[in-house]
């Protein structure tokens, strides 16, 4: 069996797809010598001859983009998190699974599911106005929905909803004529509908049987269930959407998914070149571009490319009573917390099911792109901070180029004596100024002293943004931190 330590996971992570997919069919075995001999490798080449661009290569968008919005969006969204007058206390796209509801019963609310408020423009606006650069939207969730046109059998949105659309097909269109990257959402393994599909006891995804059904339906084999819904729906979603659609796959929840089960999508990625795809296709969390740190932030950043995905309530798909929304300050905080440690922040919302995302996610939204529009230059294409930690006014983020280093430091908060320290910087200071550059004729450098505790900065007394200001340094060379 693969063993899934660290120390395993951060020898693999920069291998191609198909080094990847030789551990998984082989049991765990490396081909090649070493991570390093395994470029060298015939059949690596010929891979990458068959399949296209390096994981670098695919990765260099995601890794300028930052931001993108997660849409968790299906039948669920009719229920609201309400069962039998009962309030879920627990996330709504759950709530077929936490209520044990019947799979007749629940394909009953297909009949409710009536999205005549959707507008794919405004969706993709929404996002592009807010900063984001991609989004991931949920093509078939756990409850075994497809929100696409499938021709796999009717339990789809477009033959089992009075509406008869495909959203899918409407956001790409929407997304290539904005200038938006489009990802699909895919649950891979857990189906509560269809026979032989996943089910998770009671959220342990890591519980490989899988197989708590409480439904007679729900019965029958896996293996069939992969062969002849899973792969079929994939293979459907990287075939029907045009060029570069989807830019990225996001599995989910791999209960059950053995390496036999994983092996069968790995021809799929073919069809698609430049395809990005999460960890979450196999049980063992070994294929994939890129980790999924979920409702977390981690505390030092993860090693390799990594992606926070998070709510903006405590809800992915809609729940009609959730009104805990965190504030514009804390999504912006966030954004900059994730930055600052190398990763990605996908951002959820959770539209009804007349397809309207709720107001208050629209609004928070509306105000993030506000603060991107005058510092979005301090989060588009950064690196980690340098200095390896956070600092108690904020947190920094850095881009390096043949001229040298530039440093963003993100305060939030602004000091009242007009002093800032950066504490451990050593480099003389070729240019410090604020962001926007014309904030109140302040287009003018700061001052910039050092000192034997690193280097003190003369700033306005009133702070250019209230959620936070960003100040840019522009250092020649690398930069000196004691």
């Not at 089992?160 to 899918?168: N, S």
């Amino acid at each position: 069996m693969i063993q899934t330590n660290r120390s395993i996971f951060s020898a693999l992570r920069n291998l191609s797809r198909y080094a990847l997919a030789v551990i998984l069919i082989t049991g765990g075995k490396l081909l090649a010598a070493d991570t390093a001999s395994s470029t060298n490798d015939p059949a690596f080449e010929a891979w990458q001859q068959q399949w296209g661009p390096t994981h670098d290569e695919r990765m260099q968008w995601w890794r300028q983009a930052k931001f993108g919005m997660f849409i968790h969006w299906g039948v669920y969204s009719v229920p609201a998190g309400t069962y039998k007058g009962e309030q879920s206390k627990h996330i709504g796209e759950w709530i077929m699974r936490d209520y044990n509801i019947p799979v007749a019963e629940y394909a009953g609310y297909t009949k409710q599911f009536d999205a005549t408020n959707f507008n794919a423009d405004q969706w993709v606006k929404l996002a592009k106005n807010a900063g984001m650069k991609y989004i991931v939207i949920t093509a078939k969730h756990h409850d075994g929905f497809a929100m696409f046109h499938t021709q796999v059998d009717g339990y789809n949105i477009y033959d089992a909803t009075p509406w008869h659309h495909d959203p899918l097909a409407e956001l790409a269109v929407a997304c290539r004529k904005q200038g938006i990257r489009l990802g699909f959402y895919y649950s891979e393994a857990q189906d509560w509908h269809h026979p032989g599909g996943a089910a998770a006891n009671k959220h342990q995804e890591n519980d490989l049987d899988a197989q708590h059904h409480w439904d007679k339906a729900q019965q029958g084999s896996m293996d069939d269930y992969i062969k002849d819904v899973a792969v079929p729906q994939v293979k459907e979603l990287l075939n029907n959407y045009g060029p570069g659609v989807p830019a990225v796959l996001w599995f989910d929840t791999p209960v059950g998914m053995t390496p036999e089960r994983a092996e069968q999508f790995l021809p799929l990625f073919k069809l698609k070149p430049d395809l990005i795809i999460n960890n979450r296709l196999d049980s063992h969390h070994l294929i994939g571009d890129y980790q999924t740190p979920e409702q977390k932030i981690p505390a030092q950043g993860l090693d390799g490319d990594w992606e926070t995905c998070m709510t903006i309530n405590s809800t992915w798909g809609f729940k009609s009573f959730d009104f805990n929304w965190k504030s514009t300050d804390t999504i912006v905080h966030n954004l900059i917390d994730i930055a600052s440690k190398g990763g990605n922040y996908l951002l959820n919302v959770g539209p009804t099911s007349t397809g309207l995302i709720p107001q208050p996610e629209v609004e928070r939204l509306q105000q993030v792109g506000e603060w991107m529009k005058a510092n979005g230059e301090a989060i588009y294409g950064v690196s980690a901070s340098p200095f390896g930690h956070a600092f108690n006014w904020g947190r920094c983020t850095a881009k390096t180029s043949p001229d040298g280093t530039t440093l963003y430091l993100h305060v939030f908060d602004w000091p009242k004596d007009g002093k800032l320290l950066v504490p451990g910087l050593k480099n003389n200071i070729e240019k410090a100024y604020l962001l926007p550059s014309n904030w109140l004729g302040w287009h003018k450098h700061l001052s910039a002293v050092n000192g034997t505790d690193g280097v003190t900065l003369t700033v306005p007394s009133t702070a250019p943004d209230k959620i936070s200001s960003t100040i840019v340094l522009k250092l020649k060379g690398a930069p000196e931190i004691q």
